[in-house]
């Protein structure tokens, strides 16, 4: 039924860009979509998170480098990625909320892979 496909992953030298994509499908109404990364054998951390209003949250880590952005039309999110470091490399997924409530359904994308060579 719902589906958050993600594309534009890859491998990149240190300093270069990527820009990730996230298509929700089968939703119908999204709050608060962002982008989370884990590292293999780490807990799952925050990227960014964009609001339906546009409000936008960083981890400090990310703040400057990277922007997050939003189409409501197409429930998709991306994420900007430039000035990028070896301490990026991890599995980006995104994340869809459909509402405030503690009942309302999370998804999450499948992931995709980004690795920033030294």
């Known amino acids: 039924q719902v589906q958050l496909v993600e594309s534009g992953g890859g491998l990149v030298q240190a300093g270069g860009s990527l820009r990730l994509s996230c298509e929700a499908s089968?939703?119908?109404?999204?709050?608060?979509m962002g982008w989370y990364r884990q590292i293999l054998g780490q807990q799952r951390e925050l990227v960014a998170t964009?609001?339906?209003?546009?409000?936008?949250t960083y981890a400090e880590s990310a703040q400057g480098r990277f922007t997050v952005s939003r189409d409501n039309a197409k429930n998709a999110v991306y994420l900007q990625m430039d000035s990028l470091k070896p301490e990026d490399t991890a599995v980006y997924y995104c994340?869809?909320?459909?509402?405030?409530?503690?009942?309302?359904?999370?998804?999450w994308g499948q992931g995709t892979q980004v690795t920033v060579s030294s």
């Open positions: 964009i609001t339906r209003s546009g409000r936008t």
């Open positions: 089968g939703i119908i109404f999204s709050t608060t």
């Open positions: 994340r869809v909320e459909t509402g405030v409530a503690v009942e309302s359904p999370v998804y």
